[in-house]
């Protein structure tokens, strides 16, 4: 069974960071994909940033590609997300997610089948 636990999301104020991470129990294999997703109340969940744990090849929505970076640590088996220069868009519900493999899709919710429970991402202006 695998379990993924977010944390580190939070409110700050526009133009501050926050740094979320996803722990991950019972992947077996290292050969898989770790992605971010978000929700904000009213709309689709959408694809932030996604990493192949094997190579490193990370991916980025247009809207945050400069601003956040996804990174990992396959001792811990966990995967972060760095977020730099926070807008109030931003503000949403932040979801890690996994699957075996690669996704071949990286930034589609369809891809994964394992999901965090959410952390909350509040950016005041």
């Known amino acids: 069974q695998v379990h993924l636990v977010e944390s580190g999301g939070g409110s700050v104020q526009a133009g501050g960071s926050l740094k979320l991470s996803c722990a991950a129990s019972?992947?077996?294999?290292?050969?898989?994909?770790r992605a971010w997703f978000r929700q904000a109340p009213g709309k689709e969940r959408e694809g932030v940033a996604a990493?192949?744990?094997?190579?490193?090849?990370?991916y980025y929505a247009a809207s945050v590609k400069g601003r956040f970076t996804i990174s990992q640590d396959n001792a811990k088996n966990t995967v972060y997300l760095q977020m730099n220069s926070l807008k109030p868009d931003d503000t949403a519900m932040y979801f890690c997610?996994?699957?075996?493999?690669?996704?071949?899709?990286?930034?589609?919710?369809?891809?994964?089948?394992?999901w965090g429970q959410g952390t909350q991402v509040t950016v005041s202006s």
């Open positions: 997610a996994a699957r075996r493999l690669v996704a071949p899709s990286a930034l589609s919710a369809d891809e994964y089948n394992y």
């Open positions: 990493i192949y744990t094997d190579t490193g090849t990370s």
């Open positions: 019972g992947f077996t294999d290292s050969r898989n994909s």
